[in-house]
T-cell receptor
């Protein structure tokens, strides 16, 4: 799996967009970018994934650069409940029940009133 | 929405006890996983199952066993609990897909914080 680099922490004002960057310069052509988050004392939560096109769902948007070496997760209107650690993971697609999710350090996002 | 439930949020057991952790998912997912999460060590895979009665060892299976008698239920068993098994235990499920990205969409339960004294 490609290595990812994320800033250890970020602050965001409530109601503003939170933009969380991730570098994955060694990503290979068949690897997807996944984002998860973990709110304190809860299990991780899947957010979104993408290959090369920008993706949007009810939770967030994912912007992947054209060279695919970095991506940004966007929470368009952050709320206090979005305070969590956000993990960017790069994984090969395809069936593999042994897909262990390896979370790196992640970015601790603090949404402030 | 996918829902993964775990039998207990907090559990305290004594050394040597047999411990059962239950996990149930309601989305008809084929794959189920048991992880433990410890500070500084991230998520570590204990066992996973890709079908009823099928199981595969993850990275740290020692001291654990699993059971999957029904598709929706995946149980983790600590045969003889020890203090180094004090941890947060997380169950997850994901759909079976072939050649697609959804296999990496894992849906987690709330976790069970187990303390072994």
């Amino acid at each position: 799996d490609a290595k990812t680099t994320q800033p250890p922490s970020m602050d965001c004002a409530e109601g503003r967009a939170a933009n969380l960057p991730c570098n994955h310069s060694t990503i290979s052509g068949n690897e997807y970018v996944y984002w998860y988050r973990q709110i304190h004392s809860q299990g991780p939560q899947y957010i979104i994934h993408g290959l090369k096109n920008n993706e949007t769902n009810e939770m967030a948007s994912l912007i992947i650069t054209e060279d695919r070496k970095s991506s940004t997760l966007i929470l368009p209107h952050a709320t206090l409940r979005d305070t969590a650690v956000y993990y960017c993971i790069v994984r090969v697609a395809g069936y593999n029940a042994g897909n262990m999710l390896t979370f790196g350090g992640g970015t601790r996002l603090m949404v402030k009133p | 929405d996918v829902k993964v439930t775990q039998s207990s949020r907090y559990l305290v057991k004594r050394t040597g006890e047999k411990v059962f952790l239950e996990c149930v998912q309601d989305m008809d997912h084929e794959n189920m996983f048991w992880y433990r999460q410890d500070p500084g060590l991230g998520l570590r895979l204990i066992y996973f199952s890709y079908d009823v009665k099928m199981k595969e060892k993850g990275d740290i299976p020692e001291g654990y066993s699993v059971s999957r008698e029904k598709k929706e239920r995946f149980s983790l068993i600590l045969e003889s609990a020890s203090t180094n098994q004090t941890s947060m235990y997380l169950c997850a499920s994901s759909p079976w897909t072939s050649g697609a990205a959804r296999g990496n969409e894992q849906y987690f339960g709330p976790g069970t914080r187990l303390t072994v004294t």
